[in-house]
């Protein structure tokens, strides 16, 4: 039978995912037990904020495979025929798979992050849209059918030598890209003349669709063009 969880200080939904299922990354199964979540604001890595005193939910086992299939692709795009197809990226509303080799990493005390290996092919021109540097797109992961990641994409450097072409393809949730990126491709050139730092903080975070709050003064606005490099 289901076990409720009654909200107490401290609780973050993934932390309440690692007490009942032993990782993270099951917070969206709770989520989904929980209708009264819906439409509450997210925090950074998309999950909705839970208050003190709710009453949650914690399904026994995952739904049934059959209503948790992957988003259907309007495309997809095989990388290497001879790889195993038990795991896809979904983005762009395409899916990618046959990737060589990947790693998956589901942490309490850091960033879930994931690295796959595959074979690159320069003349096709989805995966040099997937893999545009500094884009950092939304996408989703599947292993076997089961979302197992959720968060944004790396930008990508292919390896090219005499033998072999091949690319490594990471990604972080979104609170890791912020953490560990550069600007997106979108905001270039970055300059912010006659803006204050709550402008210039709206302006970067707004690119990745997250909020900014400030409780203190800002100043003044910046007189002069600030180019970030």
């Known amino acids: 039978m289901p076990k409720v969880h009654t909200v107490a200080s ?23 037990a929980n209708p009264q979540l819906k439409g509450r604001k997210t925090a950074s890595d998309g999950s909705p904020i839970i208050r003190i005193g709710d009453n949650l939910i914690i399904p026994d086992t995952l739904e049934p495979k059959e209503n ?6 309007k495309q997809t795009i095989v990388l290497d025929e001879k790889a195993k197809k038990d795991l896809a990226i979904f983005c762009d509303g395409k899916k990618f798979t046959g990737f060589t080799g990947y790693t998956v990493v589901c942490s309490v005390d850091t960033f879930d992050a994931f690295s796959f290996s595959s074979t690159w092919d320069s003349t096709n021109k989805d995966l040099r849209e997937l893999f545009r540097p500094f884009t950092y797109k ?6 076997d ?49 006659d803006l204050d730092l709550k402008q210039i903080a709206e302006n970067i975070a707004g690119a990745f669709s997250v909020n900014v709050q400030t409780k203190v003064d800002v100043g003044d606005s910046f007189k002069m063009s600030i180019v970030f490099c």
């Open 68 to 73: 948790k299939a992957p988003i259907q692709a």
């Open 10 to 32: 401290g609780d973050l939904l993934w932390k309440i995912s690692v007490k009942y299922y032993g990782i993270p990354g099951k917070w969206t199964d709770i989520v989904n």
């Open 145 to 193: 059918g089961d979302l197992i990641f959720k968060g944004r994409l790396l930008p990508a450097v292919p390896n090219v030598s005499p033998d072999s072409k091949t690319i490594t393809v990471q990604g972080y949730p979104l609170c890791g890209v912020l953490n560990d990126s550069t600007l997106p491709d979108s905001l270039y050139p970055p300059e912010y003349n």
């Open 138 to 143: 939304e996408c989703e992961v599947y292993f």
